[in-house]
């Protein structure tokens, strides 16, 4: 059974940072892409980021440069690293691997971006 859990959410400030990390397992983690996605309030689930296992990276515009997406293939963490945050990067943000065609998400974790 593939679990996947999200931490490092939580309130900051226009400007500030905040670390996201996801915990797979019941997975060989080192051989599926890992995304994070995101959902506001009222909107559709968007993709934010992507850690490929084979090494390359992907981002939405509205995100580069001021996100980093990063694995670590022996503890079997994705990390979401968020600087420069905005309000409108307020939302619920999830990991989510796909084993053989299929989607795993975990429950997600509430990023807030408010003064």
């Known amino acids: 059974q593939v679990h996947l859990v999200e931490t490092g959410g939580g309130l900051v400030q226009p400007g500030g940072s905040l670390r996201l990390s996801c915990k797979a397992s019941g997975i060989n983690f080192r051989l599926h892409d890992v995304n994070w996605y995101r959902q506001a309030p009222g909107k559709e689930r968007e993709l934010v980021a992507s850690t490929k296992s084979g090494g390359g990276t992907d981002y939405a515009d509205p995100v580069k440069g001021r996100f980093t997406i990063s694995r670590d293939n022996v503890y079997r963490i994705a990390y979401l690293e968020m600087n420069n945050l905005k309000p409108e990067d307020t939302a619920v943000y999830y990991c989510?691997?796909?084993?053989?065609?299929?989607?795993?998400w975990g429950r997600g974790t509430q990023v807030t971006v408010s003064s």
């Open positions: 989510n691997v796909k084993r053989q065609g299929v989607p795993f």
